[in-house]
């Protein structure tokens, strides 16, 4: 069993940043790979960023290469995601999520342990 809590997010205007933090707790952090979702109201939950186990792979939805960066700290046991650049396409639910294996898998339903979720919402 893995327990993830989120936390960091927040209201902030277009062109702004925020960081986002993950917590991660009950298995061996570095078996797991993390991954970040989002879901706008209507939408499908959608991938944002993924990791693997031990950091050296990441990989970034399209829609947010080159202003959003995933990064891990296995002595800590946290995800982080750094936002910058935002626009209001981007304001939605983020959910941090854990798969019990070290490589990361790119749909919600590869992912077996998710948090609550933090709200993100950008201004225009």
């Known amino acids: 069993q893995v327990q993830v809590v989120e936390s960091g997010g927040g209201l902030v205007q277009t062109g702004g940043s925020l960081r986002l933090s993950c917590a991660a707790s009950?298995?061996?952090?570095?078996?797991?790979?993390m991954g970040w979702f989002r879901q706008a109201p209507g939408k499908e939950r959608e991938l944002v960023a993924t990791i693997s186990g031990g950091g050296a792979s990441t990989r970034d939805a399209d829609s947010v290469k080159g202003r959003f960066t995933i990064s891990r700290d296995n002595a800590k046991n946290t995800v982080n995601l750094q936002m910058n650049s935002l626009n209001p396409e981007d304001t939605a639910v983020y959910y941090c999520a854990a798969r019990r294996v070290p490589v990361p898998g790119v749909t919600p339903y590869e992912y077996d342990y998710w948090g609550q979720g933090t709200q993100v919402t950008v201004s225009s």
């Open positions: 009950g298995r061996t952090f570095i078996t797991c790979s």
